[in-house]
């Protein structure tokens, strides 16, 4: 359990119930060739937790039982090591849904992985590609040496293929997380920098940017308590709460699915082991109800949730306003 779950439990945070089941994110997995600071999972290339193909397939039942899901997220660490990965990827997209591949672009030149971007194209999954920053000293120092360079040649082999071209339907959104404990600044100011820069000095282009603040847990939030800047950090989220952003969270319409099929609200429950509420079930596995049963149940929240509402909100989609 993490060590600053007890701080996070106690909470004022208002109660939320769940709408309609559109989008179901998947955590394939902790192995991951990079280790970043801001990682709300503690992934990295020692993490050994995998999907296996029978969770996989109890995956692909439990969306032929739904109605309304219209979105596979796929995310890690790294997706894309999972050995089952592709196999999803197809069987998803022959249902006619939406996927999305949380890439993290140095994947790209991985052992194994020199097809990658070819076969995302084919199956016209779209990417959600985390560059913490236009500039590759803060980007080297939040995600490692030469992480900056190698994004940028993902951009490019990604941008070749069609990726971000006006008119090609391939998209690529990338992803921003502030360096420290503050919150993500206005996502369209810091869209038009990020591809005013990266177009007039790299030539790459990409669709949207996603402004994400980072959460108070696993490897983000040691890092806050190993400083003394976990209070901090917390009072900071709470006083920019913002009612109206209650509305638009993602757990509102997204449920989370970890590597072994259980079920949560939302991948940073998911982290914190606080497991999806429903019919007085201590843990829930995908194999074992139909998604319809999820409409109108109540939403597990804690002091964290507070990084979705405050400001701009903050989702795995961006900013919310």
């Known amino acids: 359990m993490h060590a ?5 439990i106690s909470t004022d945070f ?6 309609l089941l559109d989008t179901v994110q998947v955590n394939l997995g902790y192995r ?3 280790s970043c600071v801001h990682c709300h999972v503690n992934a990295g290339p020692n993490r ?8 996989v397939n109890d995956l692909l039942r439990f969306l032929d039982r739904s109605d309304s899901v219209r979105t596979l997220d796929l995310t890690g660490g790294a997706p894309e090591l999972n050995p089952h990965f592709r196999h999803l990827v197809v069987e998803a997209r022959a249902r006619g849904l939406r996927v999305i591949d949380r890439c993290n672009l140095t994947i790209l030149e991985q ?19 985390s560059l913490p920053c236009y500039l590759e000293e803060n980007v080297d120092q939040q995600r490692g040496q030469g992480v900056f360079e190698a994004s940028l040649r993902g951009l490019r082999e990604l941008n070749a293929l069609g990726y971000g071209m006006a008119g090609s339907g391939l998209v690529i959104n990338l992803v921003y997380n502030p360096q420290g404990p503050s919150l993500p600044p206005a996502q369209d100011e810091l869209e038009a920098s990020y591809k005013r820069h990266l177009q007039t000095y790299f030539g790459v ?22 400083k003394g800047e976990f209070p901090a950090y917390l009072r900071l989220l709470r006083s920019a709460h913002r009612p109206e952003n209650l509305a638009q969270v993602m757990c509102r319409s997204l449920l989370s699915v970890d590597w072994q099929g259980h079920v949560f ?3 940073f429950n998911q982290q914190l082991g606080l497991t999806l509420a429903l019919a007085g079930r201590s843990r829930t596995h995908i194999s074992e109800f139909h998604p319809d049963a999820l409409s109108g149940n109540a939403i597990r929240v804690a ?13 795995c989609g961006g900013a919310l306003e």
Do not use: K, W, Y
């Open 265 to 267: 609200d939302c991948d």
């Open 32 to 34: 991951c060739n990079q």
């Open 303 to 315: 002091q964290h949730c507070f990084a979705c509402t405050a400001g701009q909100g903050s989702s």
């Open 48 to 55: 050994t937790e995998e999907m296996s193909l029978g969770t």
């Open 14 to 19: 208002p109660s939320l119930r769940r709408g």
């Open 205 to 226: 282009v990409f669709n949207q940017l996603f402004t994400v603040a980072n959460m108070p847990i696993q490897r983000f939030g040691s890092m806050l308590v190993s």
């Open 111 to 129: 052992p194994g992985q020199e097809d990658l971007a070819q076969f995302l194209a084919q199956q016209r999954v779209d990417v959600a590609a």
């Open 4 to 8: 600053t779950l007890p701080l996070l």
